[in-house]
């Protein structure tokens, strides 16, 4: 589970990252760990990005400081607040990024991107990942960990405007809290 979220992060980070960039689009997304690949869509606009992943969907709202997690078999959603430092500002910059290194040319998806190796902090210490931007678009469409450990790849590009409905919870969904595991603690004490 810890894996798993330590993962969302790393996703949710680079949405932001592309988010911020301001150019409305969407895109079929791949995303790589040690444990397999996850496919998916992202849909970003502005200040907003939706992920569609296996079951859950990650709407990320940077102009509401907040993600919701929905999870549409159960027509519930989760609340949780932004973490300011997995959110970029108004640049192509990633959180924390230190330095940025262009090491090269190479093709994602059939086109041919700018590929740079950028070193970054983060609350796990310092870090490296290899980001290939689309000169055309300047939207990063692959970024991975320089270890392998984990990447990101947007595939089938398509500029334009995203519907508004795209990043708001749907009708009819509940919000789920998670139960305080103290007062759990305690009731089974007693």
């Given at each position: 589970m810890k894996?798993?979220?330590?993962?969302?992060?790393?996703l949710?980070?680079?949405?932001?990252?592309?988010?911020?960039?301001?150019l409305d689009f969407s895109a079929d997304m791949v995303s790589t760990t040690?444990?397999?690949s996850f496919t998916g869509k992202i849909f970003a606009a502005k200040d907003k990005v939706r992920m569609?992943?296996?079951g859950a969907v990650t709407i990320t709202r940077m102009d509401k400081d907040?993600?919701?997690?929905?999870?549409?078999?159960q027509n519930m959603y989760m609340e949780q607040k932004l973490d300011p430092?997995?959110?970029?500002?108004?640049?192509?910059?990633?959180?924390?990024e230190m330095e940025r290194t262009l090491v090269g040319?190479?093709?994602?998806?059939?086109?041919?991107?700018?590929?740079?190796?950028?070193?970054y902090t983060s609350k796990e210490g310092r870090a490296t990942v290899f980001q290939w931007i689309d000169p055309v678009s300047g939207i990063p469409l692959k970024t991975a960990a320089e270890d392998g450990s984990w990447s990101v790849e947007y595939r089938n590009l398509m500029v334009g405007a995203q519907d508004d409905s795209l990043f708001e919870i749907p009708s009819g969904y509940q919000k789920f809290a998670m139960p305080d595991i103290s007062d759990m603690m305690k009731g089974m004490r007693e």
């Open positions: 894996k798993a979220l330590i993962f969302m992060g790393i949710v980070s680079a949405a932001c990252s592309t988010a911020a960039l301001a040690r444990a397999g569609d992943m296996a907040v993600a919701w997690v929905l999870m549409p078999q430092e997995r959110i970029a500002g108004a640049t192509e910059k990633m959180p924390g040319k190479d093709t994602v998806d059939g086109k041919m991107t700018d590929k740079y190796l950028i070193v």
